[in-house]
T-cell receptor, first 112, second 112 residues
């Protein structure tokens, strides 16, 4: 079945460092891809999405490009802030049904 | 515009008991999805309700059941609770299928 694999955390970086969180997926169809973020004590929020190959999703300085040839959707940010500390989930949704399949999440700590 | 709300925030039950969790969808949304998030894991899809009908189900036993009401709020019922049911239960609402899902803050269930 469809699945998502993302790099394990925790990831600890200093403020203003470059961030990459790797994500690869397995899907039989043509899924939409997402990154969700879960801040401490808050619900899941959609960070960005891409619905077809070569699409780039971006929001709040974060970017991810839908790479069909490598089945990847890596999350990047050029300069992280302490406020980016959270758990990040890579996810996919197959348009045959409406369920979202999540990776296990990557906890990110940003040090001042 | 009110977001997705869930009640209660926390709940402690003992093995074998039954529990009901509640979700109020965002204003105007007619679709509700439920997810189970075990500690350190990504959310897993339980089922979805669209206009009061179940519209897809994940790999969960029948003791997990749900309802959606005419105002599109929803309940998740779990019978014969097991220790492994301890998790954060997330509700998400959307406007129709194949649209962005907005998540509530979750209900933390502990089964002793």
């Amino acid at each position: 079945g469809d699945s998502v694999t993302q790099m394990e955390g925790p990831v600890t970086l200093s403020e203003e460092a470059f961030l990459t969180i790797n994500c690869t997926y397995t899907a039989t169809g043509y899924p939409s891809l997402f990154w969700y973020v879960q801040y401490p004590g808050e619900g899941l929020q959609l960070l960005l999405k891409a619905t077809k190959a070569d699409d780039k999703g971006s929001n709040k300085g974060f970017e991810a490009t839908y790479r069909k040839e490598t089945t990847s959707f890596h999350l990047e940010k050029g300069s992280v802030q302490v406020s980016d500390s959270a758990v990040y989930f890579c996810a996919l949704s197959d348009r045959r049904d409406d369920k979202i399949i999540f990776g296990k999440g990557t906890r990110l700590h940003i040090l001042p | 515009e009110t977001g997705v709300t869930q009640s209660p925030t926390h709940l402690i039950k003992t093995r074998g008991q039954q529990v009901t969790l509640r979700c109020s969808s965002q204003s105007g949304h007619n679709t509700v999805s439920w997810y189970q998030q075990a500690l350190g894991q990504g959310p897993q899809f339980i089922f979805q309700y669209y206009r009061e009908e179940e519209n897809g189900r994940g790999n969960f036993p029948p003791r997990f059941s749900g309802l959606q009401f005419p105002n599109y709020s929803s309940e998740l019922n779990v019978n014969a609770l097991e220790l492994d049911d301890s998790a954060l239960y997330l509700c998400a609402s959307s406007l129709g299928q194949d649209n962005e899902q907005f998540f509530g803050p979750g209900t933390r269930l502990t089964v002793l």
